[in-house]
């Protein structure tokens, strides 16, 4: 009795990881969109999850972006079912491209369904198909837009309910554990398409490796990994300055006194917390508050989103919310 392709095994490997760390009656939820990478996670789930004792469904998001998307998320539904996984759920989103794009507004209406469907059927993880050249990708944009380590950090293995097995596998190998399964996974027309920034990243990545040999996406691959790690303790060293610190307004001294690359961090966690969209806080943002400390001539209130303003005055700073304009 032979095994299964070394590319399938591989794929549920990476899935078997992650669904061991529930406990037996867990329900799972798999994102899947019909492409190779999702199809093959939906594969590997349907088969690991009954050895664990996990219930495993599935949710295609229609994003409504082109003709025949009902199709496409109907077929993807068609084969999560036969593969068993259950429920199947198709969520149609309305996806509004005018104030951000259409790829963030995509983004945005995506993970609002998935929300949406995981609290309803009670999922305590949805699992998504990037892989590590998403990763990559994801790595090589952050680069290109002078990003900081969180950026460049690129998507963590697992952040609250979502979790993404695949983030060690490559997309040819999801393309071919689909192939060896006898699945046949749908080719999204934008990822052609160069109005995406990211197509646009991955369309150089070839070029990279012609010049510079080949690895170049688990390369930036294993970077993420490693600015994670950074980031993550960095993160936690501004969570404690700012317990440290409590309640505003805050002495400038001390402020001063936390390191450069904390503080930067410290000014983003205090004006969220003080009110502000954490989507919306600017590196900008963070670099004027900054500059009431170290280079301080009297200027007047800083102005971040929620609206709030950040002043110093009497030796001091705080940060208070902006009255409405008349």
Not at 211 to 238: I, K, Q, S
Not at 257 to 268: F, G
Request: glycine letters at 10%; charged letters at 20%.
């Amino acid at each position: 009795m032979t095994g299964p392709e070394p590319v399938v095994a591989a794929v549920r490997h990476a899935v078997r990881g992650v669904l061991s760390t529930l406990d037996p009656g867990a329900r799972v939820l798999v994102a899947c969109s019909g492409g190779a990478d999702s199809l093959a996670l939906a594969d590997a789930v349907a088969f690991e999850a009954p050895k664990l004792a996990v219930q495993a469904g599935a949710v295609v998001v229609d994003h409504g972006l082109q003709p025949g998307s009902a199709d496409v998320a109907r077929r993807a539904s068609l084969q999560c079912r036969a593969l068993g996984l259950d429920p199947v759920e198709v969520a149609r989103v309305a996806v509004d491209p005018a104030r951000v794009g259409p790829e963030a507004a995509a983004r945005t209406a995506r993970y609002a369904a998935l929300d949406e469907a995981a609290e309803r059927l009670g999922a305590e993880l949805v699992l998504l198909g990037h892989t590590r050249d998403d990763q990559a990708e994801q790595v090589l944009l952050g680069l290109a837009r002078g990003s900081g380590a969180r950026s460049l950090a690129g998507m963590p293995p697992r952040r609250g309910r979502y979790a993404r097995p695949l983030l060690g596998l490559s997309r040819a190998q999801t393309a071919a554990a689909c192939a060896a399964s006898g699945l046949e996974a749908w080719e999204d027309p934008h990822n052609d398409d160069p109005a995406y920034a990211r197509v646009r990243a991955r369309s150089v990545m070839p070029a990279l490796e012609a010049a510079l040999g080949p690895g170049v996406p688990a390369a930036l691959a294993r970077t993420a990994d490693r600015l994670r790690e950074d980031a993550d303790h960095l993160d936690a060293e501004a969570a404690a300055a700012a317990e440290e610190l409590g309640e505003g307004p805050w002495d400038v001294a001390a402020l001063a006194a936390v390191p450069r690359a904390v503080r930067t961090r410290l000014w983003r966690l205090l004006v969220v917390a003080a009110g502000a969209p954490a989507g919306q806080v600017a590196f900008s943002h963070v670099e004027a508050c900054d500059a009431l400390l170290t280079h301080w001539h009297g200027q007047g209130p800083i102005s971040v989103p929620g609206p709030l303003s950040v002043r110093r005055s009497g030796g001091r700073v705080s940060i208070t919310r902006r009255p409405p304009v008349e």
